[in-house]
Nanobody, 129 residues
């Protein structure tokens, strides 16, 4: 039972970043799923969260207007897209599920961190300028 992130790597500034989170051993559709990122020397921060009812919440001001989170029900993934990528978007990105099953995404980042039940291993995103 685990979460697996994919799609990271090197992204050009001004380009698009597309990440996918998939679950192995359980149905990701049953859980609100969040995306987080951690920059070197910084604390992990919540970027966005997708509920089981397709309601999304964004937490980081620096990506608002550039970020889209979505569910792909055919692929059973929760995807994070960031447009107009900036050097400050470089980080290790993590997906994580909210516990218990069916619980919605909290409105506050501090609340979200308290209800995370499972983390992915993280994926590196590097931005070239």
């Amino acid at each position: 039972v685990r979460l697996v992130e994919s799609g990271g790597g090197l992204v050009q500034a001004g380009g698009s970043l597309r990440l996918a989170c998939a679950a192995e051993g359980f149905n990701l559709d049953d859980y609100a799923t969040g995306w987080f990122r951690q920059k070197p020397g910084k604390e992990r921060e919540a970027v966005s969260c997708m509920s089981t009812t397709d309601f999304s919440t964004e937490y980081v001001d620096s990506v608002k207007g550039r970020v889209t989170i979505s569910r792909d029900y055919a692929k059973k993934t929760v995807n994070l897209n960031i447009e107009n990528v900036k050097p400050e978007d470089a980080a290790v990105y993590y997906c994580a599920t909210v516990m218990p099953r069916g619980r919605p995404c909290p409105s506050q980042e501090s609340q979200l961190l308290q209800v995370i039940g499972r983390w992915g291993q993280g994926i590196q995103v590097t931005v070239s300028s």
